[in-house]
């Protein structure tokens, strides 16, 4: 009698305990497993890690993965071993010993996952080996680190791009969550992937809150935002590592369970804040940006910015740790303009002046986020190229909308600015034009015989200023980075100069924004028991530790969520709950079912 193999879909639901595929997964998976090439781009949470842990348990060999931080590498390990999955890591971390018992099991065909940092894969040691074992596939987690285009360029990702042509039948996926056009662009061609299938599943992440509150008080206001959130875990971001010993202290001293983590610290004593808080043993890190790309605790409540991030990359980011398991969560930033100097001043300190003028490209697209006074995900989303038609409901401004003023002619005087001074100039220069500037430049140009010439003088700098971000967020201008950040007409500025619509621009708000005191936990869709909820708890965090795993790695937040609202009874209903499969359900099964039927 034959048997066949499992499909990815039975893989996903009896290994991996989900009942579906997520958009584009499936389609990337089977793509894989033909042997083609693929980039994805997916937001935190998405549902990267799939779209290459399936299609290596279908492929003959081990699927290579590179991932940047070695703390990265030990939790999916952990949760793909608890899954009972053959994977392992090969890196620094391991005593002599433990190195040579990987690279055996990796030699044997025991392994279906290998995750390496990318030097160590690109070693001519390591290049060897690979000759000498069937590959699967490569993997290359967080890809933007390839471009010096994004937010976290890493030197040695730089040889990656020889992967293609050392290994041209091997297929090749790149992930990243955190990469606009320009970013793109870059990871394909230093990878060699120009022609592979682009897989893009949005940037949205409608769980997340995002509210940008006035710089006043920050200490009081960090605790205000803390109050009644004592039993969340958090991650609270500074800028310097000074301001992060400050605030954990003060933290501590209030009473919370909090830590402060940078890279200034041991190695050991960073080590034991991560476990701790990854253990839910620690509810608030504070750190510098040094933690979280290595961080898949799916139940971080809340980020909250103590300072603004030099890059709306990096925020993005550093928000997506939050309710990765899909559940209400909250991005707190506070902005204050001093904070824009202590971040230009970093940026300063480089001594490669493209890489400068980049960075303060960006920070400027970071400032006009914090600035805007219309739908935060809207402009969030339109920094990355994704229009979307409706106000999200769930931001500051939509929650407390400012009041609005037509700004139409204003907006038309500024896009026929922006045409008259050919296309080829930024927006210090646009606004001096408006404003009728005598400046040398202007005169040298012979600007100041143009028809748009001075026709703004009666409105101040910020204005125009908070107009042109308004009209590129909006889609009506294109930014060109690549091109020292010069204005461009797009397609949708037509109507607004023809006088065929309307422009409205919220006012500047005199006082500072407040989070909405409503709990954002009402926004979930499952009525479920809290008191059975903190048993199952309790019950996870005592088999985790038990195991010396994450309490993540046995159960997430959702999977509890959904046995204290089903209560379920058998071995089959348990099956059905998100998050459970079989080997988990082998494993803590009777566990969670005592528990249910006790209660």
Known sequence: ???????????????????????????????????????????????????????ALHRPGVGIVVSPLISLMKDQVDALQANGVRADFYNSSLKAGEAREVLRRF????????????????????????????VALFAIDEAHCVSQWGH????????????RGLFPNIPLIALTATAEGQTKA?????????????????????????????????????????????????????????????????????????????????????????????????????????????????NVRF?????????????????????????????????????????????ELSRNMEQKRIEIHKLNAMVAFAEARSCRRQVLLGYFGEKQ?????????????????????EARKALSCVY?????????????????????????????????????????????????????????????????SVLKLTEASRPLLRGEQQLTMAKPRAKAVTTKKKNPRNMADLAYNKELFEKLR??????????RVPPFVVFGDKTLIEMAAYLPRTNAALLNIHGVGERKLESYGPAFLKVLAEF
């Open 420 to 484: 008259r001074v050919g296309q080829r100039f930024g927006m210090g220069h646009v606004i001096d034009v408006l404003r009728g500037s005598r400046s040398e430049r202007i005169l040298s140009l012979q600007h100041d015989r143009l028809s748009t010439y001075g026709i703004g003088k009666d409105q101040p700098k910020d204005f125009w200023s908070s107009l042109l971000h308004h009209l590129v967020h909006h889609g009506y201008l294109f930014q060109d980075v690549a091109n020292f």
């Open 186 to 298: 870059d990871i394909l061609a230093r990878l060699n992937l120009q022609q592979s299938k682009c897989y893009i599943a949005g940037f949205d992440r409608p769980n997340i809150r995002y509210t940008v509150m006035d710089k006043q008080k920050p200490k009081v206001q960090l605790q205000t935002f803390l109050e009644g959130r004592h039993e969340e875990s958090g991650i609270v971001y500074c800028l310097s590592r000074k301001r992060v010993e400050q605030v954990a202290a003060q933290l501590t001293s209030a009473g919370l369970s909090a830590a402060a983590y940078h890279a200034g610290l041991h190695p050991e004593e960073r080590k034991q804040v991560q476990d701790d808080f990854l253990k839910d043993n620690l509810q608030v890190v504070v750190a510098t940006v040094a933690f979280g790309m290595g961080i898949d605790k799916p």
């Open 538 to 547: 309790s019950l996870r965090k005592e088999l985790a530790d038990a195991a």
């Open 107 to 134: 030699h044997q065909g025991e392994l279906d996952l290998l995750y390496v940092a990318p030097e160590r894969l690109m070693s001519n040691d390591f290049l060897e080996r690979l000759t000498e074992v069937p």
């Open 1 to 55: 009698m034959s048997t066949t193999s499992p499909t990815p879909l039975e893989n996903l639901r009896n290994i991996f305990g989900y009942s579906e595929f997520r958009q584009h997964q499936e389609e990337i998976i089977s793509g894989l497993i033909r042997g083609e090439d693929a980039f994805v781009l997916m937001p935190t949470g998405g549902g990267k890690s799939l779209c290459y842990q399936i299609p």
């Open 152 to 163: 976290d360029f890493r030197p040695e990702y730089m040889q990656l791009g020889r992967l």
């Open 389 to 409: 038609h409706e106000p999200c409901g769930n931001c500051d401004i939509c929650l407390d909308p400012p009041e609005l003023n037509d700004v139409t002619e």
């Open 303 to 347: 980020v909250f910015h103590y300072d603004l991030p030099k890059n709306i990359e990096s925020y993005y980011q550093e928000t997506g740790r939050a309710g990765r398991d899909g559940l209400p969560s909250e991005a707190v930033l506070l902005f204050g303009y001093g904070d824009i100097m202590v971040a230009r001043g970093l940026i």
